[in-house]
């Protein structure tokens, strides 16, 4: 089984060659270094192979291999074809050019826990879909990034804007893994330009952290409220 050390102390070769991981997955080594992880397998009597992208920082990661592995080996046994998937992805995602649309594939596909993705989805359909929906992603710069967080801030939502930021440098990062030439807005922004808070000298609790968890889900709905009651009048 791979594992990261080993994956960078792969060495290239005059020909290209695979190393096995698990679950049939492997890691094809090209001569100019390149690793992509990949997987063989059968479909209606034909021989396919689905690339699930290249190993690295521009890439994706080991455990992100894994996980795309497991659920190409369960379109595979459900009769659908990662590889054929793959490619009407890539097409969608061709024409998806505005970042509303690129949000909205990142928080569909993306892997996450659902209480996050619920908590991600809340943030982004309330904070940043109606200011920036339909614009192109080159459209958004640092400084409209920045500004925006600071209007999140002075509503008295710090913990929310730094929320944002992170969520549009996911989106970005989303965009750029699957071919966009963009640059990331978030990248310039620091979380510590956006708020600053009192640091604690101990960690929280598992109650204190669901008090707390609670207390934004809270904040969230009495925000929607408030913003329903202002378009009613």
Known sequence: ????????????????????????????????????????????GRRETVNFGKYGRDGISLLR????????????????????????????????????????????SDVMAESTRAMRKSIFERDLLPAWRNRLLTEIEPDDLRAH??????????ATAIHVRDIVKQIYGFAILHGEKVANPADDVGPSSIAHFVPRDRSLSPTE???????????LGRDRLRERSVDDS
């Open 65 to 108: 291999a894994r996980e795309m592995c497991l659920d190409a080996k369960r379109a595979v046994r459900e009769g659908r074809s990662p590889a054929i998937e793959k490619q009407r992805d890539k097409r969608r995602l061709k024409e998806a050019k505005s970042f509303g649309q690129f949000g909205e594939r990142w928080l569909s």
């Open 209 to 219: 952290i669901r008090i707390m968890l609670k207390q934004l889900e809270h904040d």
């Open 1 to 44: 089984m791979l594992t990261d050390v080993a994956l960078k102390n792969l060495k290239s070769k005059e020909k290209p060659y695979k190393i096995t991981d698990r679950d049939g997955m492997y890691v094809h080594v090209s001569p100019g270094g390149t690793l992509s992880f990949r997987l063989d397998y059968r479909l209606n």
């Open 149 to 158: 967080c600071a209007k999140i801030v002075a509503r008295g939502a710090p």
